[in-house]
């Protein structure tokens, strides 16, 4: 009977309490639940914005799980991991896959066999890829796959600083590597066709080597630009994040913040002026959704290029719809896409 009185007591109080400050128990459960609706919102927005600040490093932690020397342990089964030393100090990882038709000769050969094989006639492409991750993203990949199935040779780059590759990666180093990979190819793929594809910073990095290379009495024997940007330049009052931003994570903060190693890593790409000194077959490829690089950028490219060439059939756009929702990174699921480049390429043979 106490127990009883005791809680009766305590429902009497509560509801005096309720009565003097003018709220009904249904009004105080609604008040809770919108409380905490709030900071679940709250903290899912601020989640979402750190998770979208830091999806070039997530991707470098992700990648690290794979053993970018082992290609065949992701089913690769026509594609050699090989180092090769672009300067003192600097070696980058490089796969190179073979013409799909090929894949059954492939099978448990070497490098030296991999390396005569640039000789066979079959086209090859130097694909240099965006920012963020290495060789093994799967939009890279299936780029590599496309290429293959068309019946070329590919060889992807990974800078240096990216993937397995050692050393800093910088705008002069990332075009040195592409350069000495070019030399590479170039001495022995006999009178193949050697183009190159640029995806995003890699569209920087193509022009800028290109543009090298042109210096030297050399050139691409076309280009493909994907998901291309105009230039890396920016107003100097105008906020932007290092693309290279990544790299740096790696050491500790308090190194990073006392000497800020970025303040003379400086980069530009400037493709709108590397475009105005070339003449070699051009086709760029962009999706009308793109996320990252706006689609306004690939007009701008064709019309600088297409001025520069005086022709609109050494210079080609070719867009993407956007109810396709390719983004930035989904051209290689494009089914018309080996067409597209099949007929690019032939193009070149003319």
Known sequence: MKR?????????????????????????????????QWTWTTMALLSLCMLSASIPILLHLFSDSIDLSRPSDIGLNHTINMYLTSEEGVRVGVWHTVPEHRWKEAQGKDLDWYEKALGDG????????????????????????????????????????????????????????????????????????????????????????????????????????????????????????????????????????????????????????????????????????????PFASAKEIYRIAKKAQNSDKRVKLIPFDGSLGYLHNGLYKDPGLPNIIREFVQSLMT
């Open 122 to 293: 079959s086209p090859i492409f130097i694909y240099l890829h965006g920012n963020g991750g290495n060789r093994s993203a799967p939009h890279r990949i299936g780029i590599a796959n496309v290429l293959s199935a068309v019946g070329y040779h590919v060889l992807a780059l990974d800078y240096r600083g990216f993937g397995d590759s050692t050393g800093e990666p910088t705008e002069a180093g990332l075009t040195t590597d592409a350069v000495y990979l070019y030399h590479w190819v170039k001495a022995r793929s006999g009178n193949s066709l050697v183009c190159v594809w640029g995806h995003s910073l890699g569209s920087g990095v193509t022009t800028n080597t290109a543009v090298k290379l042109l210096e030297q009495g050399e050139q691409f024997d076309g280009i493909i630009l994907e998901g291309a940007f105009v230039t890396g330049r920016v107003a100097s009052d105008q906020p932007i994040e290092h693309p290279f931003i990544w790299f740096y994570w790696k050491f500790p903060y308090i190194q990073f913040f006392l000497f800020n190693p970025l303040k003379n890593n400086i980069f530009a790409f400037p493709t709108d002026e590397n475009l105005q000194k070339l003449r070699t077959p051009l086709m760029i490829l962009h999706a009308e959704d793109d996320h990252l690089v």
């Open 4 to 36: 009883k009185i005791i809680q009766s007591d305590r429902k009497k109080q509560s509801a005096g309490r309720l009565k003097q400050s003018g709220q009904k128990p249904k009004d105080l459960n609604v008040h809770a639940r919108s409380q905490w």
